[in-house]
């Protein structure tokens, strides 16, 4: 059976040497077919070094993709701070697609004062002006909306669904850990990885042939995440979910935002293989 799901690392793999460039081949040669640039403190790579991105993806059969600052809120009613998001989620996008890469993903805000029909609706208005952004300078690359991991966050499994029902450019991205974490779904059992599936599909049909996920394992408390840990933590555990993977034929991506980065991605993969 052809290997339709690949794996990343969340930025350069720890064995590589050189940056961003270095790390697509590097992550071809140590076996992974997919490789996710962190621009979480700013985008500061130029289109000469992201047109070699492209080049260097192509030849080594590696799909790019991107993490917008981290410094984002789309939720956010400061105007200096719109128009910082604004211009970052933009920017990462913009290089991302010259990369040629697919998704850049982001933290969609925090609700902070507003109440979460408010939030979704500033977030809304927000995303839409970088559509139009990008419509005009012609990006081609999805918006990725990462489910958050703290229950003060704007980010939710429903919110990052119905953001996508109502602007399909924007892209749900799972982060497992971050649903485990906030108490949106446990993410524990292979029935549980099952419905979790079941029940995006339902709103988005054929979510599971081109999806965008991260995993790692998690500490969290009442409030939600604090530290993303190994996935020997098994907390959610691996294993039950890439036999779901590999069993229900999803095709798409998991980068790997464990501390142990490409190691820990490539025991993924190796548990994924085993079912597929």
């Known amino acids: 059976m052809k290997q339709l799901v690949r794996f990343a690392s969340a930025g350069i793999p720890i064995q590589c040497k050189g940056g961003n460039l270095e790390a697509v081949e590097c992550s071809r040669k140590l076996g992974l077919g997919a490789f996710e640039i962190e621009f979480v403190r700013g985008v ?8 070699e991105i492209a080049a260097s993806a192509a030849k080594n059969d ?11 809120n789309c939720c956010t009613q400061e105007k200096a701070k719109v128009a910082s998001t604004i211009r970052h ?5 913009r290089i991302t697609g010259l990369c040629g890469g697919t998704i850049t ?9 507003l109440g979460k029909e408010e939030a979704f609706q500033a977030a809304k208005k927000v995303l839409l002006v970088i559509n139009e952004k990008m419509d005009a300078a012609k990006v081609k690359c999805a918006l990725g909306a990462e489910t958050v991991g703290k229950k003060s966050a704007f980010g939710g499994l429903e919110e990052v ?17 971050h649903l485990l974490a906030r108490g949106d779904f446990p993410c524990k059992t292979e029935g549980e990885y099952r419905k ?8 988005i049909p054929g979510y599971g042939k081109d999806f965008h996920s991260h995993f790692s394992s998690i500490e969290y408390t009442e ?6 840990l190994p996935i020997s933590a098994n907390v959610p555990p691996y ?10 034929g999803y095709s798409g991506r998991v980068v790997c935002e464990s501390p142990r980065l490409e190691y820990d991605a490539l025991l993924m993969q190796a548990e994924y293989l085993k079912h597929a």
């Open 223 to 228: 409030r939600g995440e604090r530290n993303h």
């Open 105 to 113: 993903v982001f933290h969609p805000g925090h609700y902070q004062k």
């Open 196 to 203: 979790l599936f079941a029940a995006v599909e339902k709103r």
């Open 89 to 93: 989620i933009f920017s990462s996008a």
């Open 62 to 72: 590696v799909l790019v993709s991107s993490h917008a600052p981290y410094y984002v």
């Open 239 to 248: 294993k039950p979910l890439m036999k779901v993977l590999a069993e229900n």
């Open 161 to 177: 669904v119905r953001l996508h029902e109502e602007l399909e450019f924007v892209w749900p991205v799972l982060d497992f850990s």
């Open 44 to 51: 500061k790579m130029g289109e000469v070094k992201a047109r």
